[in-house]
């Protein structure tokens, strides 16, 4: 692994994996580089993944910290300037699960819609 944050990292796919939809690394993990699996409701992510990927490819991941916004894979409906939370399956909610993750940029006018927002860094 990069001994330096870049705005994408690549790991693998822990899981099926579909894009802006948020990971965290897979506890003992023993791969390089290590794998990623979904981050699920409460649960802290270390990024969101930039396309679909299959169970053991390569993939990338737009970390949280890269210091622009994401897209989200919304887990309901959310207003714009809603406190986000982790859903289940990497998605992104304003129903209050563990700690907040970001604000909405955009609506969500229903669950499945992919929503731009602003993670907390």
Do not use: H
Not at 23 to 49: C, H, L, R
Not at 66 to 80: H, P, Q, T, V
């Amino acid at each position: 692994m990069s001994k330096y944050t870049k705005e994408v990292l690549t790991f693998k796919a822990g899981e099926d994996l579909l894009k802006y939809r948020r990971v965290k690394i897979e506890s003992g993990t023993t791969s390089d580089p290590p794998e990623v699996v979904y981050a699920d409701a409460g649960e802290q992510g270390i990024g969101v993944v930039d396309k679909d990927a299959l169970d053991g490819e390569l993939v990338a991941v737009r970390v949280n910290t890269w210091g622009g916004s994401l897209e989200g894979y919304a887990a309901d409906s959310f207003a714009r300037g809603a406190t986000l939370y982790g859903a289940a399956d990497g998605k992104i909610s304003d129903t209050s699960s563990g700690s907040a993750i970001g604000i909405a940029l955009d609506a969500a006018t229903a669950a499945g819609d992919i929503a731009e927002w602003a993670p907390f860094n």
